[in-house]
């Protein structure tokens, strides 16, 4: 069973369409975040959830709103595409918060790939 | 602020070579430490982490990395490459009560036959 799972793997789409990306973990965590990796592989958080509360919103465009039904799910829905979304985005989970010392192990899902054309 | 530096955005080794992989710090608190990698197409796998105790610590595959406070580093190790080692390795830092990852920018393994 994959612990973090994101779809899709690859997402192709226009300029100025709105879109989500899902992210599931079957691991029991309490904390789930989003993460933007860019084309020169610089990795930079945007959102954090813990037990469905957002308590990490680093300087993102409103157009991406994050949405966490249940502590198992953590979804990032993009409106308005703009080109410089282009990226891979990854969604991780951990038992605790990351500041918790052994409780912040973060595991990542394989990410997903956004093309704006 | 925290931030991490990765020095060497490519770092290339022959098959059973030293690899060494370097990560500075800064941090105003004592932190907690980490090496991820990132195989192509895949997510991040965690390969160590530091967060008290022995400075010395050991990871999956045969990596290790010691926290040395005085050089605030953090540098990665494996005594010989193997050529599945070739990978994307990134050190991160947790400081403090921040919930937050800070991730260096990457260094990229290469193995040589």
């Known amino acids: 069973d994959t612990a973090v799972s994101q779809t899709p793997k690859y997402l192709v789409t226009q300029m100025g369409n709105d879109k989500s990306i899902k992210c599931e973990q079957n691991?029991?965590?309490?904390?789930m975040y989003w993460y933007k990796q860019d084309s020169k592989k610089f990795l930079k958080i945007m959102f954090s959830?813990?037990?469905?509360?957002?308590?990490i919103n680093e300087t993102v465009p409103n157009r991406f709103s994050p949405k966490s039904p249940d502590k198992a799910h953590l979804n990032l829905h993009i409106n308005s595409l703009e080109l410089g979304d282009s990226a891979v985005y990854f969604c991780?989970?951990?038992?605790?918060?990351?500041?918790?010392?052994?409780?912040?192990?973060?595991?990542f899902g394989a990410g997903t790939r956004l093309s704006v054309l | 602020a925290q931030s991490v530096t990765q020095l060497g955005s490519h770092v290339s080794v022959s098959e059973g070579a030293l690899v060494l992989l370097r990560c500075n710090y800064s941090?105003?608190?004592?932190?907690?430490l980490f090496w991820y990698v990132q195989y192509p197409n895949q997510g991040l796998q965690l390969l160590l982490k530091?967060?008290?105790?022995?400075?010395l610590v050991k990871g999956i595959n045969g990596f290790e990395a010691e926290f040395k406070k005085s050089e605030t580093s953090f540098h990665l190790t494996k005594p010989s490459a193997h050529m599945s080692d070739a990978a994307e390795y990134f050190c991160?830092?947790?400081?403090?009560?921040?919930?937050?990852?800070?991730f260096g920018s990457g260094t990229k393994l290469n193995v040589k036959p």
């Open positions: 991780a989970s951990s038992r605790g918060l990351a500041g918790d010392g052994g409780e912040n192990i973060q595991y």
């Open positions: 691991l029991g965590h309490d904390t």
């Open positions: 959830y813990n037990n469905k509360e957002l308590i």
């Open positions: 941090s105003s608190v004592p932190p907690y």
């Open positions: 530091y967060t008290t105790g022995a400075t």
């Open positions: 991160a830092v947790i400081s403090g009560n921040f919930n937050k990852f800070y």
